[in-house]
């Protein structure tokens, strides 16, 4: 799998926070360096699976995200999802990338159904604009 894009996404949000230029990154307590770590997880590892690492979620991490870039990755992670329906699992680096994205944008995760379209349509009730972002970068 191909994360190129999905990390060049949570750089860009890591770029502009401001603890980053005051060296006051902390990024086991950060949403996107959970994120970048469980990515560098499976790039390392190649496996996409990490028991437990949805309960280590660092969900106190209180910072003010940009919605536009907290966006782009959300729908990255559309991108890259098998679809698992009934197999989903909520400690797939996948799923736990989203989920420390969405506590970012919206302060608590979605339950995922395991298919994108009805992720979408979860989206929709929250914030119609960024489901269709999710759906035009889906389909790009």
């Avoid at 996404?9 to 603890?19: G, K, Q, V, Y």
């Avoid at 950060?30 to 996409?48: E, I, M, N, P």
Wanted: charged residues 25%; contains cysteine; proline residues 4%.
């Amino acid at each position: 799998m191909d994360f190129t894009p999905l990390n060049r996404a949570l750089t860009e949000i890591c770029a502009n926070c401001d603890l980053a230029e005051s060296a006051g990154c902390r990024s086991r307590r950060c949403l996107t360096g959970f994120a970048r770590t469980v990515v560098d997880y499976y790039q390392v590892k190649g496996a996409l699976n990490i028991p437990g690492a949805e309960g280590v979620i660092p969900k106190n991490d209180l910072k003010v995200y940009d919605k536009d870039l907290v966006a782009v990755p959300i729908a990255e992670t559309c991108k890259l999802c098998k679809q698992c329906r009934d197999n989903h699992t909520d400690d797939c680096v996948i799923a736990l990338v989203r989920s420390s994205l969405e506590i970012a944008f919206w302060g608590e995760s979605l339950t995922y159904p395991g298919n994108i379209l009805e992720y979408v349509t979860l989206v929709r009730e929250r914030d119609p604009e960024l489901a269709g972002y999710i759906l035009a970068n889906y389909r790009k």
